[in-house]
């Protein structure tokens, strides 16, 4: 059985369709990433799956239920981290645990072996009488994934969790998520970070709420068109622009120093690039040809919608 | 560089210190950012880049230190400071059941902006953010990307000439990442000059230069090559293979590796030493049947010099502790 599914799940607002026909199946033990622009319908997608909100059509499954029909029996299943997760904030690090522990009715003997548990796999058990208020934002998403957990769900929907959190924390955040799937907790989250998507089993790509892609993310980057060609340059922004003049926008795209040139012909392109080069003040420091990243398939997929002509999340 | 022309300074600081209840948030920094300078302010969550920034807007007064923005006192001048800048935060604040053009008329209406200068003001805003079409929409119902330019625009409602812009960017995709970065780029080719916070290591790449901060503390102060050359003694070599995650396990034991990590599906490996490096992972690989595709010496990422550099400082301390 699969862990989640659904099938035709449609949600409008009035005129706006802000879900529509999503069908995908995720199974147990996946780590699923949702994907795609702002206003895409991620956070719709997963109140829907959660049972939080009605669907206007469709259905969706978490192990064999119902999220419409059944909603309230499925929250023994649900983990449901959201982007502004209630934490309480003048109280501690415990009392913020056991105060969920309450809500899910987890009884006390259990709940204290269980809290143990979640402080060590959060690394948090050297704060846990320190106020929520007072911890960094890494922490308070420890902390909001520790709470979400205390009842030990069979699936965990996250919806952005690394946002405004620095490198450093994004990274124990992951180990942490890979160690849930050890203990075969299905993931589903959903993330604007592409280089974390990188890491899913699978991928769904979200787009004016139609999933226009689900697969691995090596399948996935076989929709790219073309090669990448990585250029370092002495300014970067400068000759992504130069290389623009002459070939499609959303060919080249800037990756923090580096320029990235989606192309048919490495070769051509790179003489494109050393003749822009010539004519300018810039140097060219190096080119290789790389492996595409999913940032690389998101841009080219989705530059020609830049800015969103869907204003609706 | 300390004996610039202070006529060109935008922004500078000295020993500036915040001390919240005998917790000291910001200890001691010092640097400079340059008139019409993109200057990038990095560090771990809670490492006190917001409280900086409150300081420099006039929002918080400082325990001790000095410092100018804009020529102006942080001490003695913090009003006027507000006249000078712009402020942005994670937050946005914009009002999500006022339109658009609600929300550019009341942030022109707390600049106490001239009617005459607002209607040119608000078509500049509506057509840098590309909202003509959306004047009228709520602004609870437009996608992050559109808000943050919108916000952006209300914060530069006065014609501020520093922009302080704390995290704008978060949970934002990366195409209209990009574009904000675009716009920036426009604002500071006009002399406006940008302080900005952020978590993505590629736009930090963007910056002229870069802060970083650690424990209230400034650790590094450099262009972004700088930084590399600097504090990235070790060689990067990038492994891609399959099982990724397996073949981690496997390099993290090596002796002539001293460090690896995940990007994307690809791993950093941070290494003493180039050859001895690669061809033992060459060997470790082959040893667990994982098939290598490529392995081979790259310049490193600014996310590598964050990671080490902030790790090295955590070892330094060895506090683990944070505030606020």
Known sequence: MSAIRAEGLTKRFGDVTAVDQLSLEVAEGEIFGLVGP?????????????????ASSGDGWVFGRSVIRESEAIKDDIGYMSQRFGLYH???VLENIRFYADIYGVPRRQCEQKIDELLELSNLAP???RRAGNLSGGMKQKLGLSCALIHTPRVLFLDEPTNGVDPLYRREFWRILYQLQRQKVTVFVSTAYLDEAERCFRVGFLHEGKL????????IKKLLNGQVLELRFSNARQAAALLREDRPESSVGLFGDRVHMLTQDPERDLNQARSVVAKSHLELLSSRVIDPGLEDVFISV???DAGGTHAFE | MHSSNPRNIAVSVHNLSKQFDGFTAVDRINFEVKKGEI???LGPNGAGKSTTIRMLCGILPPTSGEGKVAGLDIHTQREQIKWQIGYMSQKFSLYEDLTV?????????IYQIEEDTLRRRKEWVIEMAGLQRHRGSLTRVLSGGWRQRLALGCALLHEPSILFLDEPTSGVDPISRRQFWDLIYELTGRGVTVFVTTHYMDEAEYCDRLGMIYDGKLVALGTPEELKKEFMK??????????PMKAMAVIQNLAAVKEVTLFGNHLHAVVPDARTAHKAIQLVLSENAIKLSRLEKISPALEDVFVSLIEAQGKATATGGEGA
Do not use: H, W
């Open chain 1, 38 to 54: 702002d206003g895409a319908g991620k956070t719709t997608t997963m109140r829907l799956l959660t049972g939080i909100m009605d």
């Open chain 1, 90 to 92: 003048d109280l501690t």
């Open chain 1, 127 to 129: 704060f846990k009488d």
């Open chain 1, 212 to 219: 226009i892609a689900c697969d691995t993310p090596a399948n």
């Open chain 1, 302 to 304: 989705l530059k020609k």
């Open chain 2, 39 to 41: 200057f990038g302010f």
């Open chain 2, 101 to 109: 053009e609600e929300n550019i008329n009341f942030y022109s209406g």
């Open chain 2, 234 to 243: 070790e060689t990067v070599l990038e492994v891609s293979c399959e099982q």
